[in-house]
């Protein structure tokens, strides 16, 4: 760990931002160099090196490499799955060819290790819906699941050719009180719980017994952590390791809050996400990545709805 640079590009997202704070923690302020295309706001530009950086800019990635010369660097920039059905030219130019300049600049300025994130979204209809296994049928039909699953072959891809070391997750839904939905057709589940706060009531655009798997945020930052630290030789897959933590649906989140504000009311008016949910999985098999690493979840549905419910303002 001492001696480690990291270049964390879209440290401005809703699992980059908190990524970013937890990498200068462990690893110092100054080690810790946070791009994306706009200047953030309060700690994230305040408390360490911040670059403006489109990722499909090239030449200007190279230039930060060559500037900072990283040992470590994150790609967390993509769209999501909802903003890419409406976008999916877009979508596929950022989630694609972002990751390859990463890949590209990883192997030509010799990059030790590289982060980038998959998803559940790289499953699809035809997959098993219950623990859904490691290894398994995958043939998403979004452009997001579409890109994460053809990048999952080019880090593998990008190991077996050139040796480098990418490690990824395929992320459930995640959930957090310090960013706002980011356009993901899990977000329900972060937005249920600032309207419960502020208003008493939500209208849900899934139905109601839908079950996908969700991690809360303290636990996504932390397994990436983890992954990123675990020695080499322990890590067998390449292409991107199943994530889990729970599985719920809106009824269920609805339970759970009620508990605390017991007037809580949900009402439900379905749109075109119900239809990307019911291609994903309603639960995921990680035991690989518990074997291989040593991960482990810490928050359930019940421990991080008082915890969301206690830090909203």
């Known amino acids: 760990m001492p001696g480690e640079t990291i270049l964390l590009i879209g440290a401005s997202g809703q699992i980059g931002a908190e990524l970013t704070m937890l ?13 994306d295309i706009k ?4 700690a994230l530009f305040e408390s360490g090196p911040f670059e403006i950086l489109n990722v499909l800019d090239a030449a200007r990635l190279g230039e930060l490499v060559d500037k900072y010369k990283p040992t470590q660097l994150y790609n967390m920039a993509a769209m999501l799955s909802a903003t890419g059905e409406k976008y999916p ?3 596929w ?6 990751l390859i300049n990463t890949l590209e600049v990883a192997r030509e300025k010799k990059i ?38 053809a990048g999952e072959r080019w880090c593998d891809w990008y190991h077996l050719k ?8 395929r992320y459930p839904g995640i959930i957090s009180y310090k960013t706002e939905p980011g356009g993901g057709t899990t977000d329900y589940a972060v937005d249920i719980y600032f309207k419960a706060k502020k208003e008493g009531k939500y209208e849900c655009y899934l139905g109601e017994n839908t079950f996908l798997p969700m991690m809360y945020m303290p636990d996504a930052i932390r397994a990436t952590f983890e992954l990123m630290n675990a020695p080499v030789e322990k890590l067998l897959v390449h292409s991107s390791y199943n994530l889990s933590a729970m599985s719920f649906s809106p009824k269920l989140v609805a339970e759970s809050i009620k ?7 949900v009402t439900y008016n379905i749109d075109f996400r119900q239809k990307i949910a019911e291609t994903w999985p309603a639960s995921i098999d990680d035991s690989i990545a518990r074997s291989e690493w040593g991960w482990k979840h810490e928050y359930d549905l019940d421990t991080m709805t008082k915890d969301m419910l206690a830090n909203i303002k």
């Open 89 to 91: 030219q877009k979508a």
């Open 112 to 149: 030790h290790r590289v982060y980038w994130p998959s998803s559940i979204a790289a499953f699809g209809p035809t997959t098993p819906k219950e623990n859904t296994e490691q290894i398994t049928i995958m043939e998403p039909n979004t452009i997001y699941g579409i890109s994460k699953l």
């Open 162 to 169: 050139y040796g480098i070391d990418v490690r990824s997750l």
């Open 259 to 265: 508990k605390y504000i017991p007037d809580f009311e």
């Open 39 to 42: 200047k953030p706001d309060g």
């Open 93 to 98: 130019q950022l989630n694609m060819d972002g």
């Open 23 to 35: 990498l200068r923690s462990s690893y110092g302020d100054s080690n810790v160099v946070a791009a």
